[in-house]
């Protein structure tokens, strides 16, 4: 088991904070033997999603990082435009609502209509047509060493993050060649995506270069998000659904998965891997490893 330590946060722009306030709660209760025991639950709480003056969604969410997860959100659904002019994200933590503005006038009206609930944990809610936008995405030749899957898979399971602490959560981490840069966690893993969206959108970050690792399922909604931000390369420790390899292989995305130790298997997007690391040199992994494949 790798264990988490505070010195492995040193190369991220945001790392997770277990300790922050508002993020887990302790609760009390009895284990297999009837003995009182004391442990960590995570909080979720309901966040609502204004765009102008129109109420787009309400999610689930463990309330870090509202306005990320707001920009990303509208951005990855096709509710804001690459060239939209943001005046303002205005969270109310009392009225647990977030509201996007811009100076373009919005009406999403016809597309609210029209929903498709993903397999994401809490339930993640698309608009529209799930492929919409993807006809004209066309994602860079970016080169990935296996090198770089190898350090960034060992950084950042040695991570301190709400998982270790509390279990029941996923995490994203936006990754540049063997540095991971911004690490989300959330209850559903296309949040975390999101507030890695909305980050990337507020500070202008550049996607082509750039890996997106998470621990959860590769399912289609998440290499939609991924293939909709730019970003080549969508890496996980778990593993994949038919339509999520369907999708990557027709908008050439390269696609890893079951990506523990010494071992990975890439499904989609072959061309740009480079194998400069000899797996016999990479430490494995135990089949009954600390962190498990979030599912």
Known sequence: MQLARLADTG???IAPDPRAARLTRSVTGSDQTGAVVETNVVEERPLTIFLNGQEIVTAMTIGDYPDYLALGFLRNQGML???????GVDFDEELETVVVRTARQTDFEEKLRKKTRTSGCA?????????????GVVLPQTEVRTSWLY?????????PSLYLEAGAIHGTVLCHEDRPLVYMEDVGRHNAVDKIAGWMLTEGVEAADKILYTTGRLTSEM????????IPVLASRSG??????????QVGLTLIGRMKGQRFVCLSGEARLKRDAD???????PRRAGRKAAE
Do not use: C, H
């Not at 435009?81 to 005046?87: K, L, V």
């Not at 350090?151 to 991570?159: D, E, Q, V």
């Not at 994949?240 to 292989?249: D, L």
């Open 151 to 159: 350090a960034l898979s060992g950084k950042i399971n040695r991570t």
């Open 11 to 13: 190369d991220y722009l």
């Open 123 to 135: 339930v993640g809610t698309v608009f529209g047509d799930m492929m919409a936008g993807l006809e």
């Open 279 to 285: 797996p016999a040199q990479v430490p494995d992994e």
């Open 240 to 249: 994949f659904t038919a339509w999520g390899v369907e999708i990557a292989q």
């Open 223 to 230: 290499v939609i998000k991924t293939a909709m931000m730019g």
């Open 81 to 87: 435009r690459a060239d939209d002019e943001i005046t």
